[in-house]
């Protein structure tokens, strides 16, 4: 079992910023695509952005230029920094991580609790 654990999330006025953040802890030996999806009120869970282990990303249209998937290995985190941020951007952010553990042959995927972030004037 992987335990994810967000942080990071609040409010914030139109034009602001935020950084999330989504630590993995528990019983792996590789952690592979690490990601954020968001939630908003009535609507379905989309993608926010992916990284691979080598560092590749990748961005919903929506966010491009605006935000930053980035990863640290060494800590198992995932990390999502949020500029210029918009009324359309308020969701509750959950984390994805792919992992491989060992007794699967297939990778397993976790997510995190979800953290609310609230962008309005």
């Known amino acids: 079992q992987v335990q994810l654990v967000e942080s990071g999330g609040g409010s914030v006025q139109p034009g602001g910023s935020l950084r999330l953040s989504c630590a993995a802890s528990?019983?792996?030996?590789?952690?592979?695509?690490m990601g954020w999806y968001r939630q908003a009120p009535g609507k379905q869970r989309e993608l926010v952005a992916t990284?691979?282990?080598?560092?590749?990303?990748n961005y919903a249209d929506s966010v491009k230029g605006r935000f930053t998937i980035s990863r640290d290995n060494a800590k198992n985190t995932v990390y999502l920094q949020m500029n210029s941020l918009k009324p359309e951007d308020t969701a509750v952010y959950y984390c994805?991580?792919?992992?491989?553990?060992?007794?699967?042959?297939?990778?397993?995927?976790?997510w995190g609790q979800g953290t609310q972030v609230t962008v309005s004037s």
């Open positions: 994805n991580v792919e992992f491989n553990r060992y007794g699967y042959a297939a990778p397993l995927s976790s």
């Open positions: 528990g019983s792996f030996y590789r952690i592979n695509d």
């Open positions: 990284i691979t282990s080598s560092g590749s990303t």
